[in-house]
């Protein structure tokens, strides 16, 4: 029997070119569209910086305001927005598998809510002690997921029931978010800020919290490539082919929790990259996780910066917070996207 | 000792008993077709044989080793099992499927090892997929996509193959290829196959020994002949059925009335 045209696969199909240099060709646009948004994001600004003096800078440090600026706001934001975009994407690419559900986010597991009662709780009844909003984001975040990994368990984990307790359990917590907002509504601003997440003021100190959790979370992730395949043929035929289903279920959300976690805990409840990057990338690249979680993870770091450049210089010197520039635009190139039925 | 030994398993789901105190030999190279009315624990006993539902009490053992002995790599190079109706995702091809299969002998850094394109191959052609290995699962008509996921467990080099209604949905030519595509692979390469059926007439032609179910439990197993007989579809299925001799010289059963209670 002949192939037709529109049995290839997806998109690839459609242009007519063979699977493989179809999905390399996406990675690369993903990888160009991620350098755009470091380079972007470390020459727009209320300074513009030339790239010729950012090369300069970084040979050879000299103190001027620019070797300022670069090396003590722009880099360090830029590498924060970069590896947010990378966990938040990689978090949502393996929820949607391990959760066979297409609306699975970091949200769904109660990351989002998590730490935003804790988050929102320290900037409103302990403004004096901010520094400890990201560790105890942190583990508010951690809480919540292991919570609701325990109300969800019963003789096993079926991934509709974690869905449905992360429901309950961020509907619990977000009253509690409401609570707080109205009750010391004079207080609001800087939780606000936190519940839409921004990059703002982060700095050197916010690269080491999250670095450590980018790099293991992303090696872990790609360990977990060919159990996340598998885990999407459901998981009776998962566990005939001698995955151990409960377990990889739970290593992997796990894996996904603490990268979600720590980007939230430094930047404030981004809800919408763990959601929109993973269904575009895989819009164009398809579901075989080899490639879509290093498609996801570049495509977050393009969206993350290319996004907060925008925020910064849209209304300069007023900066947006990332958070309402990303859902604004993404949104609706994701609508695009699934429109044209790729 | 046959090659998959049912010991006297209760399986419980949700607090209601499944499976009670069952019994049941398989024996090596044969094809046994499993039968009972709906909701009388066949799937059960199927998953319960490949290990994804447990036993509460009992045990299930593969050539005289307890099942819970494998690790669960181990375990799927030794069986397979087709699911009903198994899901995959929409861009997923025949030959990515088949190389899932592969799965088992695998780690993360040696998938692409030559042993794994041979056996990917050698599925491909059990089955007569060849041609069809760069299609997209989803375009496959239903046939084809069963002979697909049939050629993904081959390659998991099993002595053992289940399948839970491997011709629900197709029509009667594919239902027949399916039937004597998984004949062919018990002669030639000497597979176990255990399967859960519906349709009486296939396991007449195609099996060697039929179990029949009822209420969680094993009421008969042997020989079709012997088996599939009128006082039996009275008994477990409440129907009134002619039996026959098809021109192949086999059995045939023709369901004519329901017996009221």
Known sequence: MKSKAGDMVGAAGYYGISRNIWRVGVLVFFAFLAVCGLFLSLTQGTMNISIIDIVNILQSPIDSSNSQIIWNIRMPRTIVGALVGVNLSLSGAILQAVMRNPLADPHIIGISSGAGLAGVAIMILFPSMEYLVTPVAFVGAMGAAVCIYILAWKNGIKPVRVILAGVAVSAFLSSGISGLLIFYSDRVHGALMWMVGGLAARSWPQVTIIWPYAVIGLILALLGAQYLNILQLGDEMASGLGVNVEFIRIALTAVAALLAASAVSVVGLLGFVGLIVPHAARLLIGSDYRFLLPASALLGIGVVTLSDTFARVIFSPIELPVGIIMAFIGAPFFLFLLRREL | ?261
């Open chain 2, 1 to 261: 000792m046959g090659i998959i030994d049912v010991k006297n398993i209760t399986v419980e789901l949700s607090d209601k008993i499944i499976l009670q105190d069952m019994t049941l030999n398989i024996i090596k190279g044969e094809v046994i077709s499993i039968i009972g009315p709906n909701g009388c624990g066949k799937s059960t006993l199927l998953k319960t044989i490949a290990r994804i539902t447990p036993c509460k009490r009992g045990s299930v053992e593969f050539e005289g080793t307890n099942v819970q002995g494998f690790s669960h790599r181990q375990f799927a190079q030794r069986l397979a099992i087709l699911t009903q109706d198994p899901e995959a995702p929409p861009d997923l091809t025949v030959y990515d499927l088949v190389k899932l299969g592969r799965f088992p002998y695998g780690s993360w850094y040696s998938s692409n090892s030559k042993e794994d394109e041979e056996q990917v191959s050698w599925a491909l052609a059990q089955t007569g997929m060849e041609q069809m290995k760069e299609r997209l699962l989803v375009t496959l008509s239903g046939g084809e996509r069963q002979r697909a996921w049939i050629a993904m467990a081959l390659a998991q080099r099993p002595q053992v193959l289940l399948l839970d209604e491997p011709t629900t949905y197709l029509d009667i030519c594919h239902q027949l290829e399916v039937m004597q595509l998984l004949k062919k692979l018990n002669g030639e390469l000497g597979l176990t196959v255990v399967m859960v059926l519906h349709d009486l007439n296939h396991t007449l032609q195609y099996s060697e020994r039929i179990a029949v179910m009822k209420e969680g439990q094993i009421i008969k197993v042997g020989e079709p002949k012997d088996v599939i007989t009128d006082k039996l579809l009275r008994e477990v299925f409440r129907v009134k059925a002619d039996m026959f001799v098809s021109s192949n010289g086999m059995s045939a059963v023709l369901p004519i009335d329901l017996i009221k209670k």
